[in-house]
């Protein structure tokens, strides 16, 4: 029979054995190395999407041609359309793939552009009414549950909610 010194002893070893063994495995992992694979384009990406964008039809070409419809129509950019829009968001990432693949600096700028249009604005270019840190700074805490009060673009219609909707009509 096993003394319960012994036993213990065992034991503890045993513990020890399990304990110096997960520490390995759960050392962490080597910090990865190269660009991101999901979040930049490799430079053979970047070649086989400049090789895409010669065919008219492709979704390389249209990105880039919608990024070039930034510069010649820019009004047509002056208003996001709607909380749901992509207009200014996918402005910028049309723009952006853009200069990647064609490297024209004009690209870029209109990236740029889009992207600061997207962060500080809410429905107008300009507005200002964006998520800036002026407007965050602003704080939460004195919320009281009410809807923001939004003006509406137009007399004939009126705020319910937070949305603009025709006078007279009612809405959730």
Partial sequence: MVSSR???AMWMMAALALGAGSAAWAAEPPVPSGPHPRLFMRPGDVTAYAASARSPASAAAKLIARCQQT????????ERGGVDSDAWPGA????AFAYRVTGQKTYLAQALKYWRITL???Q????GLGCTPERAAKGWSSWKGEYPRRLCSSPSRTTRGTRCVPSGRLSP
Avoid at 92 to 95: K, L, R, S
Wanted: hydrophobic share 25%; charged share 45%.
């Fill in 71 to 78: 510069i010649e129509r820019p009004e047509e950019l002056k």
């Fill in 6 to 8: 012994v036993r213990s």
């Fill in 124 to 127: 107008k270019a300009g507005d």
């Fill in 92 to 95: 910028t990432v049309a723009c």
């Fill in 120 to 122: 500080n604005d809410d």
